[in-house]
């Protein structure tokens, strides 16, 4: 299974915005080939600091992806790799 971090927050625009991407991509692939976990970077100071700029980042089994804007293209093909490792 594939793990997809969110980190982002409330009230962040482009937060809805990749968030309503995330679904919509991980909608379209087999049911349970990605675990989705979004994060809120206010709950923690140090994601605070980390991503405070960026938000929203989205990590794929860890690494860094996008931030800022999540490309849909972009985002299914980098998830259906990932599954099929």
Known sequence: MTALT???K???HLCEVAKEIVETVVAD???GAVDVTEVDILTDPQLMEQYGE???VV???GNLHAFWRVDSSR???ALTAASAV
Do not use: F, M, N, Q
Request: include cysteine; charge should be negative; proline fraction near 11%.
């Open 6 to 8: 969110l980190y982002g």
């Open 10 to 12: 409330a009230d962040c």
């Open 29 to 31: 692939l087999p049911e």
């Open 54 to 56: 960026k938000i929203p």
């Open 59 to 61: 990590l794929i089994d």
């Open 75 to 77: 985002l299914r093909s």
